[in-house]
């Protein structure tokens, strides 16, 4: 069963279902063109906090051998090749003011303003939910910004601004939805890639392992 952290700062309060390891599988299905990129994997998703307003993530996949695929001098069975990686930081969207540390490593001034559950509250959006500002880092060179919002156990983003390297591949747009289902971590991502246009790429179901 999962407990709240008695040390969680409020503003974590809504996006606390998420913290924890969470280890399970997913499929990639992402056309190009007229070939149909289709594999299994297994994932490793960490969502941890220091004591400040966001949360720390960390994600990593690989890609899970075809059973009846038999190594051929060995009988040993083939292994899982690491496929993806990727860290960030996500927080509930809202103007940092004075108390806020940054920028760089500039410590705040005065007393936080959203300390307390009744504080947080006001942030809640016009239908309810609570803004987003997420951003993610993929070693090859792509950097997301994601918005979008979380309203109980479920959350939807998009990319905002998506930064390439001048060696990074391809890569223009993304949605993400994750939410809490019989106490799985089940998502989808929908990307924009290599000349496609936004359309489904992965799924995953996670389970809760710490």
Request: glycine letters at 10%.
């Amino acid at each position: 069963m999962f407990e709240l952290d008695v040390d969680l700062p409020a503003e974590l309060v809504p996006l606390s279902w998420l913290i924890g390891v969470w280890e399970g599988s997913g499929v990639i299905a992402y056309k190009v063109g007229d070939e149909v990129r289709e594999h299994e994997f297994g994932q490793r998703v960490a969502f941890s906090h220091d004591g400040t307003p966001h949360l720390q993530y960390s994600s990593s996949a690989w890609l899970l051998p075809d059973p009846d695929d038999a190594a051929s001098d060995s009988d040993e069975a083939p292994h899982p090749r690491p496929l993806f990686s990727e860290i960030g930081y996500w927080r509930l969207a809202r103007p940092l003011g004075p108390a806020d540390d940054g920028p760089a490593m500039l410590p705040g001034t005065g007393a936080p303003v959203f300390q307390t559950a009744d504080a947080v509250e006001t942030l809640r959006n016009g239908h309810g939910a609570f803004d987003l500002e997420v951003l993610l880092v993929q070693p090859g060179g792509v950097s997301e910004l994601y918005l979008g919002e979380i309203k109980g156990p479920r959350i939807d983003l998009a990319t905002d601004a998506v930064m390439r390297s001048a060696t990074a591949k391809e890569y223009a747009a993304a949605t993400r939805l994750y939410g809490l289902v019989e106490d799985h971590l089940l998502w989808a991502w929908d990307i924009a890639a290599l000349g496609q246009e936004l359309r489904t790429h992965a799924s995953g179901r996670l389970a809760r392992v710490d």
